[in-house]
């Protein structure tokens, strides 16, 4: 009972400090449940858990098996869990404080060259011109690989804020933080042919974009997986690659190979630091090699060999 009641509080606090949505809050349970079970089995509870068994639930997740990335998730989460508990006098001590917490490598994220996304375009625009689901997957399709749409926040977007001829549409991301992207002509025409025809549906009052039967009354995010899942495999593409994340990836990358300002980036992606942005630089080395050699005042040789 303490467990959950203190847990519950860590949590209602850093959604209400942090702005963290809901699937961030459910992770953090996640994590925190793993860590509940992991204390009960040291025959402890939150008020009196010390260093040495925490080292030793850690200990117990890696010989499980799970992934580094995992580990130092949870890890994480318990000692934000802790350092609250302290700074808000419900335990008189942070037994967190003196471990190190594992920092693995950053992987880097997949993404999908230029002729993967327009097989996968193609695929979804000949769907488009079948059926009326059809002609919103087009529609799915076209706004997440253009604006570099998280799948949250496209399933969950409002209609209000696609109406209308728009270049650039309101998306409020991480932290309730609002932010323009754009719209390509490709994605604002699909978007025009989907709202023609939702306009004309019986559930055309809901308040979403994308609406359905669902308990939140929009497309879920597990929904949208499947379908381009499915897509991809219609495509001719490998569909353990291909997810509405690669996508946005996907959106970055090209941006960044194309000459994108890495700021820009950023802030089209709803990043709230560069250093999330920071590992887009990684995915191109001989791009950015290439950049440097074209781009730099150094870089163009007399043919004498100097430099002009």
Not at 3 to 13: I, K, M, Q, S, Y
Not at 28 to 41: E, N
Not at 48 to 55: D, G, K, L, M, T
Not at 123 to 143: D, F, T, V, Y
């Amino acid at each position: 009972m303490q467990f959950t009641c203190w847990v519950d509080r860590f949590l209602d606090a850093i959604a209400a400090e942090r702005g963290a949505a809901d699937n961030t809050l459910l992770a953090y349970r996640r994590d925190l449940d793993a860590y509940a079970s992991g204390v009960k089995s040291q025959g402890s509870d939150l008020a009196s858990v010390s260093a040495a068994q925490i080292e030793s639930i850690r200990a117990a997740w890696r010989a499980q098996g799970l992934a580094a990335t995992t580990c130092a998730r949870r890890s994480s989460a318990v000692r934000q869990l802790h350092r609250f508990l302290f700074e808000d006098g419900l335990r008189g001590d942070d037994p967190t404080a003196s471990l190190v917490n594992p920092k693995p490598a950053r992987a880097l994220p997949g993404t999908l060259s230029p002729q993967a996304v327009e097989a996968l375009l193609s695929a979804a625009a000949r769907h488009a011109e079948s059926s009326a689901s059809g002609l919103r997957l087009h529609c799915l399709i076209e706004m997440l690989y253009a604006s570099g749409l998280r799948a949250s926040e496209l399933v969950s977007l409002p209609v209000r804020a696609a109406r209308g001829r728009r270049e650039m549409i309101a998306v409020r991301g991480k932290g309730q933080r609002e932010r323009m992207v754009p719209l390509s002509p490709r994605a604002a025409e699909a978007l025009r042919a989907w709202l023609a025809l939702r306009d004309q549906m019986p559930d055309k009052d809901s308040p979403f974009l994308f609406p359905s039967r669902s308990k939140s009354g929009h497309l879920t995010r597990e929904r949208l997986f499947q379908l381009i899942k499915g897509l991809a495999a219609e495509a001719g593409l490998d569909p353990r690659v291909i997810s509405p994340h690669s996508l946005r990836h996907a959106f970055a990358t090209h941006l960044l190979e194309n000459g994108a300002d890495l700021r820009v980036i950023q802030t089209l992606l709803g990043h709230a630091s560069i250093g999330t942005t920071e590992i887009y630089t990684h995915l191109n080395q001989n791009h950015l090699k290439q950049l440097v050699f074209t781009r730099h005042p150094l870089s163009r040789r007399t043919t004498s060999g100097e430099a002009s």
